[in-house]
């Protein structure tokens, strides 16, 4: 019947795909890799703030990985390392407040941190690191 | 039945406003549950749940369940109030009846438990 017909059109993966790779170009711009350098700047600012809470990465260091990306991400495009487990209507404006640039005002006063970057060690998801590696960063998020 | 069988027992990821309005209209005619992944492409505990979000829809398979990142969608993140991802919001025929900030899977599974329940009743 036709409704099959409709519904098997939607969810053909290869055509989703492409579909979205297309609406990238020309209107998401957070697919793309952030800068080396950027990551880097946001690796080191990590471990360091890390030691200083005394908190820990996440055991699963993807996690770690792909926040400290997005971190990146918005210090290249924004100026500012904006967390990337938020929504805003406006980042720059956002940016400019500053209020969740990292380490943002909870976790700065509370230790809450949303995104399980820096995790106080009593989390259940808490590691026993406060160290990770650019090459630790590339291999957890290669297949992304 | 309204809900097509291809949907079933998957996470299925809306990439425009278009297919979010028809996913949401089906969805409420069906009266099913429709559980929402308010996601984004850098959020560690997004990427952290996914999975788990997969299985989820493997095993409720009278759930519908939606992707959504708020980069791509943005007009609907705004409308629908998102602010910290990733966010789950529980949908029934119309309403948001529930939802879930952050990668808590056990709420997660005790929440769709909870709706379901009541939508099927």
């Known amino acids: ?144 | 039945m309204a809900g097509s069988s291809s949907e079933e027992g998957q996470v299925f990821s809306v990439h425009s406003v278009d297919a979010w309005t028809d996913h949401l209209n089906k969805g409420n005619e069906s009266k099913k549950l429709i559980v929402v992944d308010f996601t984004a492409s850098w959020c560690g505990p997004c990427r952290f749940i996914a999975p788990y979000l997969g299985e989820l829809a493997k095993k409720y398979t009278n759930v519908i369940f939606l992707k959504v990142d708020v980069d791509e969608l943005k007009s609907v993140a705004q409308d629908w109030a998102v602010e910290a991802m990733p966010t789950f919001m529980f949908v029934k025929e119309g309403s948001i009846v529930d939802k879930v900030v952050g990668a808590k899977k056990e709420e997660l599974q005790q929440k769709i438990e909870k709706h379901v329940a009541t939508a099927s009743a």
């Open chain 1, 1 to 144: 019947m036709t409704s099959q017909a409709c519904s098997f059109a939607v969810t053909v993966p290869s055509v989703a795909s492409p579909l979205r790779r297309h609406r990238n170009l020309h209107v998401v711009r957070a697919q793309v890799e952030p800068s080396e350098k950027s990551i880097e700047i946001m690796r080191k600012f990590s471990e360091q703030y890390a030691r200083k809470s005394g908190t820990y990465f996440c055991v699963d260091k993807s996690v770690t990985s792909v926040v400290i990306k997005g971190l990146a991400d918005h210090k290249d495009s924004l100026g500012a390392p904006l967390c990337p487990c938020r929504h805003y209507d406006d980042k720059p404006a956002e940016a400019q407040q500053g209020f969740w640039n990292c380490p943002c005002v909870p976790m700065r006063e509370r230790k809450e941190c949303h995104c399980m970057l820096f995790l106080t060690p009593e989390n259940d998801f808490a590691g026993k690191e406060q160290a990770i590696t650019l090459d630790e960063i590339r291999e957890t998020t290669a297949n992304m």
